[in-house]
């Protein structure tokens, strides 16, 4: 039927002229497959809210401190009394939180370029409805939608 010469009608698309296979029809197929998503990575993260503190409450926190009221004589001694001084004040005024978070991977096709056109659009559409007049309003809510 491949080979068949055109019909009457000298149109070489002629739907007489293709094999079966040719034709369109919406076939469903039922199948199973065993296909998963992969679960999203979690990753455990610490914090502080280090914006949070009370400047005039740590500043007090310092003063009284046993770090300024140490007075012991080596330089190692000074350090760690320091250390543990801050650390613990700290933790007093901004506790160490931890989160669960997801991390989601990143989509290859939204690159930068793709991020300033979109930025680029949303602005001119801004700016565009903004400069709308009371007649192009009108237009564009009752004729338009």
């Known amino acids: 039927m491949l080979g068949a010469p055109p019909s009457s009608s000298g149109s070489v698309l002629?739907?007489?002229?293709?094999?079966?296979?040719?034709?369109?029809?919406?076939?469903?197929?039922?199948?199973?497959?065993?296909?998963?998503?992969?679960?999203?990575?979690?990753k455990i993260v610490s914090y502080r809210k280090l914006r949070s503190i009370d400047v005039e409450a740590f500043k007090h926190?310092?003063?009284?401190?046993?770090?300024?009221?140490?007075?012991?004589?080596n330089v190692d001694g000074l350090v760690t009394a320091f250390t543990n001084g801050l650390t613990s004040l700290i933790d007093k005024?901004?506790?160490?939180?931890?989160?669960?978070?997801?991390?989601?991977?990143?989509?290859?096709?939204?690159?930068?370029?793709?991020?300033?056109?979109?930025d680029l659009r949303r602005k001119l559409e801004r700016r565009w409805k903004n400069r709308l007049t009371v007649t192009?309003?009108?237009?564009?809510?009752?004729?338009l939608w």
């Open 93 to 118: 005024h901004a506790p160490l939180r931890t989160r669960t978070i997801t991390e989601r991977p990143d989509c290859p096709w939204y690159t930068d370029t793709l991020h300033e056109a979109k």
């Open 136 to 143: 192009t309003k009108y237009i564009e809510i009752n004729v």
């Open 14 to 42: 002629d739907h007489r002229s293709l094999p079966p296979v040719f034709e369109s029809r919406r076939v469903s197929l039922p199948c199973a497959t065993t296909l998963v998503k992969p679960a999203h990575m979690q």
């Open 61 to 73: 926190g310092i003063v009284v401190s046993s770090m300024l009221q140490t007075t012991q004589g």
